[in-house]
């Protein structure tokens, strides 16, 4: 069975720093595409970062050079470090797993930044 839990949301105010976790479990974790997705009131799930397998990075344009994704394939886990953080980023955060054409969704943590 595979689970995806998130933790490290909270409350910050504007300028703060908070770093999001992302435990998986029941899948092949060093081979799977990870990504943060965040969705605010109202508004449709986007995507936040993503890292593949290799690494690799991709960012929106709306956290680039303020959010970092990372992952510990020894530990299962993919991280995103959100530094310089604004009222606009308050959301749920959720984390995503994609592998073998199959993806998997975390519950998400809520972060709320507060001017």
């Known amino acids: 069975q595979v689970q995806l839990v998130e933790s490290g949301g909270g409350s910050v105010q504007a300028g703060g720093s908070l770093r999001l976790s992302c435990a998986a479990s029941?899948?092949?974790?060093?081979?799977?595409?990870m990504g943060w997705y965040r969705q605010a009131p109202g508004k449709l799930r986007e995507s936040v970062a993503r890292?593949?397998?290799?690494?690799?990075?991709n960012y929106a344009d709306s956290v680039k050079g303020r959010f970092t994704i990372s992952r510990d394939n020894a530990k299962n886990t993919v991280y995103l470090q959100m530094n310089s953080l604004k009222p606009e980023d308050t959301a749920v955060y959720f984390c995503?797993?994609?592998?073998?054409?199959?993806?998997?969704w975390g519950r998400g943590t809520q972060v709320t930044v507060s001017s």
């Open positions: 890292i593949n397998s290799g690494g690799s990075t």
């Open positions: 995503k797993a994609v592998i073998y054409d199959s993806d998997y």
């Open positions: 029941g899948i092949a974790f060093r081979i799977a595409a």
